[in-house]
Nanobody
């Protein structure tokens, strides 16, 4: 499975972006998906996850109420809507496919990773 993330860019504080991640294979639709991010000099951190049918989601505390994960199984695509962005949200954002039908906050539960898309939030 190959994952292609897009939608990153430069935005001002308080702005919004929507990230997309397209999977190359339809079998991806039976797996949970997740978004992680890595800021310069920091470790990769969990952001959001969604289960195989979109019926369950989970978020990091730092983005709850601002970010929304969703998926379109027919399009093999997962989205991350990011609102009210803050400078501390600046990072490379990665999408990933879980080994399981459920989502997960643990990076080790993910089998495939996209190449990342850079989000920069200016103050």
């Amino acid at each position: 499975v190959q994952l292609q993330a897009s939608g990153g860019g430069l935005v001002q504080t308080g702005g919004s972006l929507r990230l997309s991640c397209v999977a190359s294979r339809r079998t991806n639709s039976n797996n949970g998906m997740g978004w992680f991010r890595q800021a310069p000099g920091k470790e990769r951190e969990f952001i959001a996850t969604i289960n195989w049918n979109g019926g369950g989601t989970n978020y990091a505390e730092s983005v709850k109420g601002r970010f929304t994960i969703s998926r379109d199984r027919a399009k093999n695509t997962v989205y991350l809507q990011m609102n009210n962005l803050k400078p501390e949200d600046t990072a490379v954002y990665y999408c990933a496919t879980s080994r399981y039908a459920s989502g997960s906050s643990q990076a080790g539960h993910y089998a495939y990773w996209g190449q990342g898309t850079l989000v920069t939030v200016s103050s």
